[in-house]
């Protein structure tokens, strides 16, 4: 099936800096990238979609311009958490929609100290 | 979308056979159901698809009934392994359409010796 790199696993950062987690698809072209954060013990909920070469759709109460998404190829997406702050420690997966369907990235565990 | 309702947790023992059901009573005619797993600090891996009836592969088996207003995942003779959270979707066409997926709170599967 298709696969989905996703890089760093895990990160720690200091507060104030920004941290970028990127997302490769290894066999496909995505279309469409769907970028979620999870918090312990909670469900997967949803911060943007974006399209190759467009600008990303934010959801209701994520902030753009602190969560900054790149999506310049078919087969690369970066997402950047500017400015972290403890409150953005969370753990963010992206997932890729193309002809197969959704496959999800391995997920990236951000902590902010 | 079609909102999604499932229990919140089960728990099993080595060998038994597990089943989760999930609610969808607003699913569209053109709707497909689908079933994740997710491991803690992994992204969600795909299970099992159905649009009615019943559909089996090599880890599960998922059944739908005629008015498909829900769905019902079985796991065969489950392991300690099988422990994680199953989440059940429904989205557009076979593919999804490229559309965001809503994820409800998912079912917290332990399975014991």
């Known amino acids: 099936g298709a696969v989905v790199s996703q890089h760093p696993s895990w990160v720690i950062c200091k507060s104030g800096t920004s941290v970028k987690i990127e997302c490769r698809s290894l066999d496909f072209q995505a279309t469409t990238m769907f970028w979620y954060r999870q918090f312990p013990k909670q469900s997967l909920m949803l911060m943007a979609t974006s399209n190759e070469g467009s600008k990303a759709t934010y959801e209701q109460g994520v902030e753009k311009d602190k969560f900054l998404i790149n999506h310049a190829s078919l087969t690369l997406s970066t997402l950047t958490v500017t400015s972290a702050h403890p409150e953005d420690s969370s753990f963010y997966i992206c997932s890729e929609w193309g002809a197969n369907g959704y496959t999800f990235g391995s997920g990236t565990r951000l902590t902010v100290v | ?113």
């Open chain 2, 1 to 113: 979308l079609a909102k999604t309702t499932q229990p919140i947790s089960m728990d099993s023992y080595e060998g038994q056979e597990v089943n989760i059901t999930c609610s969808h009573n607003n699913i569209a005619t053109n709707d497909y159901i689908t079933w994740y797993q997710q491991f803690p600090s992994q992204g969600p891996r795909f299970i099992i698809q159905g649009y009615k009836t019943k559909v089996t592969n090599e880890v599960a088996s998922l059944f739908i009934p005629a008015d498909r207003k829900s769905s019902t995942l079985s796991l065969p003779r489950v392991s300690l392994s099988d422990t994680a959270v199953y989440y059940c979707l429904v989205a557009n066409g076979v593919t999804g359409g490229g559309n965001k997926l809503t994820f409800g709170t998912g079912t917290q599967l332990k399975v014991e010796l």
